[in-house]
């Protein structure tokens, strides 16, 4: 789906820069007219069959991917989905003061809980919206479930904007198990094999026993790694780095899957294996609408613009009644002052 505009612009691109050739030998017969006796364009005539082609290929594109493109629909009444039809998103955010350290991310320079973030919005970006509901429970000295079963993307995003929620804690150890525990509570009253935990930390000590046991609603298992998993960061009296090993042992232990979130995001070919997600293969790339919607009206502006920037800038000649009495003028100042 995605090469189709490419090869509608591909081929226009080629159409175009043909019959710019043909048009260009057609212009050289007529140069003296349209360029005065010099013959040659100005800047604009000679940068118009760049332009042509140029807004051409990208007006093509544009329109292509636009009605390739499934319609974004922004309802006002949301349709009520049934208990039994619901697809969960169970996340067990780690809010502890160390998410707020920055060394994760490509850069190493993004907050722990930004990285946590985009790891969070790059899986609801590929997944099916219309019946995913989103739980959240957050974990620190203790387990606290801050929002339960929302469709409301915008929650999430103010959730993990750099809210403070580890003051709702009282200070102390980071304990994932509580978390885990209390994500298994809630997903007790759920279908079986419609939701996955997701786990989001940058790691903690946990103990050799006390691994919560999953409902049977929990069908696929996440735990995701966030900050620097090689240079630690002080806080608290200690170094504070990405614990994968520990990360990677409770994910075993559940039964799921490890990735290390710091640098890339979570691959489709894992979500996939979850199995509980249903995962839109079909999803577009992230602002591909816009950017189609963006060279569709670049193209369109160069196409119908390109007549009245050469009207004005296409030739250095200017030809007209203003030009024969400046003409005239200059020869009766010629003769005066040579009788």
Known sequence: ??????????????????????????VRSVAALAFGPGKKAALAGKAAPFIR??????LIWGLATLMILPPAAHRSVVKEVEPKDRQHLLLVLDVSPSMRLRDAGPGANESRMARARAVVESIIARTA???????VVAVYNGAKAVVEETRDLEILHNLMDDLPMHQAFPSGKTKLLDGLTE????AAKW???????????????????????MPPSIGGVLVAGVGDPLKGTFIDGHHSRQDGVTLRQIATRLGGEYHDGNTKLVPTAMLQRLGTLAVDNSARLPGQ???????????????AGLPLLLHFAGSRWNPGPN?????????????ASHP
């Not at 082609?53 to 990208?58: D, Y």
């Not at 816009?290 to 160069?302: D, H, M, P, S, Y």
């Open 1 to 26: 789906m995605v090469t189709t505009p490419l090869l509608l612009a591909l081929a226009a691109l080629v159409l175009a820069t043909g019959a710019e050739w043909l048009h260009l030998g057609r």
């Open 183 to 186: 994500a298994a509570r809630i």
């Open 289 to 303: 609408r816009e950017l189609a919607i963006f060279l569709t009206a670049l193209g369109a502006f160069l196409l």
């Open 53 to 58: 082609i140029a807004g051409l290929a990208a």
């Open 129 to 135: 919206h219309d019946k995913l509901h989103t739980t």
């Open 191 to 213: 279908p079986r094999g419609s939701a996955t935990l997701v786990l989001i930390s940058d790691g903690d000590s946990v103990p050799a026993t006390g691994m919560p046991k």
């Open 323 to 335: 030009r024969v009495r400046t003409s005239i003028s200059r020869s009766s100042k010629l003769t």
